[in-house]
């Protein structure tokens, strides 16, 4: 995953597809986005997609794959927002301080 050193991105849009696949192929020939990273099942599930464009990037996964981010996503918008953060559990313990909840 993109990460918080080497001019990479801490804050990225995601989105979840029906057809991760067909929006990665989408980003790739019509704007010029570069695939960075792709992990899919053997039978072609996107669990989890990294399209770059310049210095931003784009986490892309397909709708319906079980596990934390889509049940997450179940009742969101379209899109949520991946934020990268260098040290997770001082992160969630000030979230957790001011208030934050799973």
């Keep these: 995953m993109?990460?918080?050193g080497g001019g990479r991105p801490g804050i990225c849009p995601t989105a979840p597809y029906e057809g991760a696949r067909?929006?990665?192929?989408q980003l790739t020939e019509a704007p010029g986005f570069t695939e960075l990273?792709?992990?899919a099942t053997e039978d072609g599930m996107v669990m989890h997609a990294e399209p770059v464009q310049g210095s931003g990037v784009?986490?892309?996964g397909?709708?319906?794959r079980g596990g934390l981010f889509d049940a997450g996503m179940e009742d969101a918008g379209p899109a949520g927002v991946y934020?990268?953060?260098d040290v997770?559990?001082?992160h969630h313990r000030r979230a957790v301080e001011h208030?934050?909840?799973n």
Excluded: F, R, W
Excluded at 22 to 25: D, V
């Design 88 to 90: 997770a559990d001082a």
């Design 99 to 101: 208030g934050v909840e």
């Design 37 to 39: 990273s792709v992990y």
């Design 83 to 85: 934020v990268v953060v």
């Design 22 to 25: 067909a929006a990665i192929e």
């Design 2 to 4: 993109a990460g918080t």
């Design 58 to 60: 784009v986490v892309i």
């Design 62 to 64: 397909s709708k319906g």
